[in-house]
């Protein structure tokens, strides 16, 4: 029996061969990575450098204070740097332009606040000053709550002035609300008591949101002007509220501010309101303003 080793010759590997890409008539691909490839740009890249790269030479070095002074001799000593350019104006927005600043509505809400100016001109003016937490000051939490700024719960009265103003007799304080240890004032009130009934009535801005407007009547002047501006509301209509609708005092100083006070009555009274704090002018404006709604309100009695 014959089988497979039964060739001519034997089966001893002595012809075996390696493969061509493996035997030694080319470089290994391993080999060939750790060679870098031929290129005729080889010899710069390992020469070239970026530029000031190399320190200078110390003899350079040693001359450039010399250099310096050259530089120095020789610029123009009328020279002078360009002078800084003024910021170019503001692109417009994506609306356009932006409308100029109002300084009258500016003015109406930039906070002033000067509760020592305030209790200096009510000490000059015979007026007394209180802290707010007296027994005499404990009516004024009904005035704050029926104020039309909606005040909110802590609020409470704060550096009260009371005195007087012509023959009207004022209460002056702010409403503040509880920061840390102390209180910061946010709406300045001046309020006159009232001697007779008057129905409830506000008397505000129009540009202004009102609230807690339920039930109350708008009662127009006739006076377009005035309506333009102001918008008063009553609990009825009555004689009183057509007087101080009517009254060309009240309208020709409420037509000379920059609508940035509210008035109310409640508690008694009839208060003025500006989210302020108080301060000398303050006072005096509301002092005239509130002599003049008072007048009309008075008139019938």
């Known amino acids: 029996m014959s089988s497979p080793r039964d060739r001519d010759g034997a089966d001893d590997g002595s012809d075996w061969q390696e493969p061509a890409h493996l ?71 994506l ?8 300084a009258e509505m500016d003015r109406a809400f930039t906070p002033e606040t000067d509760p020592l100016g305030a209790q200096g001109w009510a000490l000059q003016h015979g007026w007394t000053v209180s802290d707010g937490s007296g027994p005499e000051d404990a ?41 840390g240890r102390g209180l910061v004032p946010k709406y300045a009130v001046t309020a006159a008591p009232l001697l007779g009934a008057v129905p409830g009535l506000r008397l505000s801005p129009a540009r202004l949101w009102r609230h ?29 509220v057509r007087r101080l609708s009517q009254d060309p005092a009240v309208h020709g100083l409420l037509l000379g501010t920059d609508d940035g006070d509210e008035f109310w009555t409640g508690a008694g009274h009839v208060a003025a309101v500006r989210p302020d704090g108080h301060r000398p002018q303050l006072l005096e404006h509301h002092a005239r303003l509130l002599t003049a709604i008072v007048g009309a309100l008075a008139a019938g009695y």
């Open 23 to 93: 035997s030694g008539d080319e470089p290994n691909i391993a080999d060939r990575r750790k060679t870098p490839r031929d290129s005729d740009h080889t010899g710069d890249r390992e020469t070239w450098q970026p530029p000031g790269w190399d320190l200078p030479a110390a003899s350079d070095r040693d001359r450039q204070p010399d250099m310096d002074r050259d530089m120095d001799r020789d610029r123009d000593p009328s020279w002078a740097p360009p002078a800084a350019q003024a910021p170019a104006e503001r692109a417009p927005g």
């Open 139 to 179: 009516p004024l939490g009904e005035l704050i709550a029926s104020a039309p700024v909606r005040p909110g719960k802590e609020a409470r009265a704060a550096s009260v002035l009371r005195g007087r103003s012509g023959a009207l007799e004022l209460v002056a304080f702010d409403i503040a609300y509880p920061l």
């Open 212 to 240: 807690r407007t339920g039930g109350l009547l708008p009662i127009p002047s006739g006076d377009e002007a005035f309506d333009t501006r102001w918008v008063l509301l009553a609990a009825e209509d009555g004689p009183q």
């Open 95 to 102: 609306f356009g332009r932006r409308r100029p600043r109002d």
